[in-house]
């Protein structure tokens, strides 16, 4: 039965009663988690991948990926306060539609945080080995070390990507320690690049050479790009939807939060609205001052986006310049605009911030294995939380090593669409359990209702598949691929030690003891 073993409500917040992880987080922290995710990944790895997409319709692209992640948001906001533990979508699915289904979301969201995880990890790489290495300390780190292998589609005669390996281990490391140090860290990355991207934008914006002629045509590829085909506004939406991973990552930080009653909700929609306007103001600066206009191939339709036809393209001195050929878009347009030492600043700003992104990618990624684990579906041995450091050791170095090696081996490519495919998948069944839940818990304490939820519950799932059909073909078939495995690994280990199938379900011995209070 496809429906069969749900764990009860009581018996999931027994359960993150008896063996929680350490309640430490409060509403800032918990956005500036959000904004750590959110902003830098979208800004500094896809703004040239995204207006190759959809040119200055970008900005529209923006505003639609905004819109169907403040829906899923809302959603979000009173299911993960309704159930503040570990585990994000895939707790909320194992309580409304049964264990299977629940797999199917956990399995997605380890392939949307490793992905994701190991795409910033190399994104800064790139960084790192740019800006840094080459333009301040003028070492030039050989092609072997610096880039995936050519068979994968990286760089002639790449090899390895030591500097992604170095900062996923260093980002492992900081996050075994644990979470409250984790946090001020990334407080601090917050606000070098919330203040490099402010700069940015009152650069650009007021500027001389900001010229409003730049956005005509406004949408050279349409709004629709058509089935697969990954460009237009809703194209480019679904790809840059990778960057607003970060609202779910909040969600999976509940059982770390205290009052997650409030706090959550706060954390939630907060640092996703602060996201937004942040994207499209630097979006609309980029574009303004030095065009965004998508190279567009003999058929009328734009080269896709890390194409070797793009590549070809951007080595003529006709596009050399330009916006979508440019591996650090935003520091290129302040150089361009004669702001050459802001635009080297910000530069050092995105090799400060992208360590912040991997974070809380890998953050949400041992949350989820922490709580799959818990459950019985993976080795209970990998839930084992730290005397000392108080956070799930074990898992945190197994997610690391993971991340590490296929930043080693992997180049950014179209990693973000591949990761969206699993996101997508995620929100869409969080829209449907808190629909469900509302007619089967109808009395259990919610500290935030979903406004208009008959409206705003469709809206998500409508949006998320809309945009996960408006992925190339290729990122579309990544997640039933997956999800085949992941079906094996099921059926074959997590089915038969399941602590629901085996009887092994906690209650809850006080009917008044709610979680967050103690």
Known sequence: MIFGRVKPLEAIL?????????????????????????IGTGIFVLTAAGAQKAG???????????????????????????????????????????????????????????????????????????TILNQFLGIHLPTWLSAAPLALGGAPGGLVNLPAVVIALLITWLLMIGTTESAR??????????????????????????????????????????????????????????????????????????????????????????????????????????????IMGPNGIPFPAGSEELARQCALPAYRDALVCSNEALAHVL????????????????????????????????????????????????????????????????????????????????????ANAGTLYAFMMVAVAVMILRRTAPHHPRNFRTPALFLVGPATILGCVFLFFNLPTAAMLVLPVWGAIGMVIYFGYSRSHSHVGRGIIEVVDDPSMTPGTH
Not at 17 to 31: D, I, N, V
Not at 336 to 343: E, P, Y
């Open 14 to 38: 027994a359960t993150a009663e008896k063996k929680s992880l350490h309640r430490t987080l409060g509403w800032f922290q918990l956005t500036l988690f959000g904004i750590g995710c959110v």
């Open 56 to 130: 200055p319709g970008l900005m529209l692209a923006f505003a639609i990926a905004g819109a169907i992640c403040i829906v899923a948001a809302l959603c979000y906001a009173e299911i993960a306060a309704m159930i503040p533990v570990a585990g994000s979508a895939y707790t909320y699915t194992y309580s409304t539609m049964g264990e299977l289904l629940a797999w199917t979301v956990g399995w997605a969201l380890i392939l949307e945080y490793a992905v994701a995880a190991s795409a910033v990890a190399v994104g800064w790489s790139g960084y790192f080995s740019g």
């Open 185 to 294: 860290v990334n407080a601090v990355l917050v606000a070098i690049k919330v203040t490099a991207l402010t700069a940015f934008i009152v650069l650009t914006l007021p500027s001389d050479q900001f010229d409003a002629a730049r956005f005509n045509p406004f949408l050279p590829a349409g709004v629709f790009g058509g089935f697969g085909s990954g460009v237009g506004a809703v194209g480019a939406a679904a790809t840059i939807f990778f960057a607003y991973v970060g609202f779910d990552a909040v969600s999976t930080a509940a059982e770390e939060t205290k009052n997650p009653q409030r706090n959550v909700p706060i954390g939630l929609i907060g640092s996703l609205l602060f996201c937004t306007v942040f994207y499209i103001l630097v979006a609309a600066g980029a574009i303004g001052t030095i065009g965004g206009q998508p």
């Open 335 to 418: 150089r361009a605009i004669g702001w050459s030492k802001v635009g080297n600043m910000l530069g050092i700003a995105a090799f400060l911030a992208l360590p912040s992104v991997i974070l809380i990618l890998m953050f949400g990624q041992t949350r989820i294995f922490f709580v799959m684990s818990r459950d019985g579906l993976l080795p209970e041995r990998l839930s084992t939380v730290h005397p000392k450091w108080k956070t799930p050791h074990i898992v945190t170095a197994v997610t690391g090593v993971g991340v590490a090696f296929a930043a080693a081996f992997l180049p950014v490519g179209q990693l973000a669409d591949i």
